[in-house]
């Protein structure tokens, strides 16, 4: 019996073995001698039933046998029916299910992979990131007039709606935007299709308080996040302005705001200083039950009201409160805050697959 091929896939969102194992009891019956031996603590001795070992190739989580065939005798007394195939990692059985986000990496794939649920991608890219005159920007200082959408929905292009324009500003090792003047705010230049959005969603930002004056985060109809009596705050469908967690300028925050379906849009929140990783959480009541126009609404970061008193960085929207979407965007913004996010072509795909095997096995008798 001579095993000439054998390629293996795992699944995505699984954890990657250093080493995988092919494994088959009907297979090791088959062979006349010990054919191979597992070290353990107790006995090693015993044979096992690990037909030959997988090498990672140079793709994450695809393993083959690195042209390296392995031979057995047989004993021609004995006969199967049926082969079992199984792939281990140290004797661990692999899952042969997906289980998406457990091993996310935070890539620019993984993002985009949210598909037509990710209504809001603004990376501050410097291709996306724009002049009056259409320029790519980059540089602290710098005037900023538009910012585009990476992603499918291209419709959204936040627009400078006060003054001269955001000026461009470091945080971490990325770039985000704040005031020039006093009033600057930056406004969706297209209402968003209320289709589009589902009542449960979700938005993360990356940004910092230059002072804990009156400021809208963002406010995209279902959701106003403010910063209110030096607190994070919600505004309510009445306009009754709640604080929900503690907050400090002059610090780097990663902030997650889920809305959904109980208590008629209750909104949960996460916010992760970057400096320490302090992490906190709360519930809050229902932002607004419906969005203000049914016919569309223009989406705000900053508020024309408002002085703008923060940098406001990464922002991304999806719909639903996917555990593993949440998880890839957060390490999305982390990579991007700490400059080690992995560049991909826009409009990048990645599909949840489930693991998949190949063995060429080659018997004679």
Not at 39 to 44: E, G, R, S, Y
Not at 194 to 221: A, I, Q, R
Not at 324 to 338: D, E, F, L
Not at 346 to 358: I, K, L, V
Request: aromatic fraction near 8%; charge should be negative.
């Amino acid at each position: 019996m001579k095993l000439k091929k054998c390629h293996y896939a795992n699944a995505t969102g699984g954890v990657h073995p250093l080493v995988v194992y092919l494994e088959s009891d009907a297979l090791s019956t088959l062979i006349r001698q010990k054919h191979t031996l597992r070290l353990k603590n107790t006995n090693h001795e015993d044979g096992t039933n690990i037909i030959c070992s997988l090498s990672e190739t140079h793709t994450v989580g695809r393993f083959d046998l690195q042209n390296e065939e392995r031979t057995f005798k047989t004993d021609p007394d004995r006969h199967i029916k049926l082969i079992d195939i199984g792939f281990s990692n140290n004797g661990v059985m692999l899952p042969r299910g997906a289980a998406a986000g457990t091993n996310t990496t935070g890539s620019d794939d993984e993002v985009l992979a949210i598909g037509d649920d990710l209504l809001a991608f603004i990376d501050f890219a410097p291709a996306r990131t724009l002049s009056s005159s259409f320029l790519p920007l980059d540089q602290p200082g710098d005037v900023v007039t538009y910012l585009y959408n990476r992603g499918n929905n291209s419709e959204l292009i936040f627009s400078n709606s006060y003054g001269a324009g955001t000026q461009l500003a470091a945080i971490g090792q990325h770039r985000g935007v704040t005031r020039s003047g006093s009033w600057e705010s930056v406004l969706d230049s297209w209402p968003v299709d209320l289709n589009d959005v589902n009542t449960e969603f979700t938005v993360h930002s990356l940004f910092k308080l230059t002072s804990l004056s009156f400021t809208y985060l963002w406010d995209v109809g279902y959701q106003k996040i403010l910063i209110w009596g030096q607190q994070l705050a919600f505004e309510d469908a009445n306009g009754a302005k709640t604080g929900v967690l503690s907050i400090i300028p002059h610090v780097d925050y990663m902030l997650t705001v889920s809305r959904t379906n109980t208590n008629n849009g209750a909104l949960t929140y996460r916010m992760e200083r970057l400096d320490d990783n302090t992490v906190q959480t709360a519930t809050s009541a229902a932002g607004l039950s419906a969005p203000p126009n049914a016919n569309g609404f223009p989406w705000r970061l900053g508020h024309a009201s408002t002085h703008f008193s923060h940098l406001q960085s990464c922002w991304i929207l999806h719909n639903g409160t996917d555990a593993a979407h949440q998880t890839t965007c957060q390490q999305w913004i982390k990579n991007t805050y700490a400059g080690t996010t992995t560049a991909a072509q826009d409009g990048a795909s990645q599909t949840t697959s489930d693991a998949q095997w190949f063995l060429e096995l080659e018997i004679k008798e």
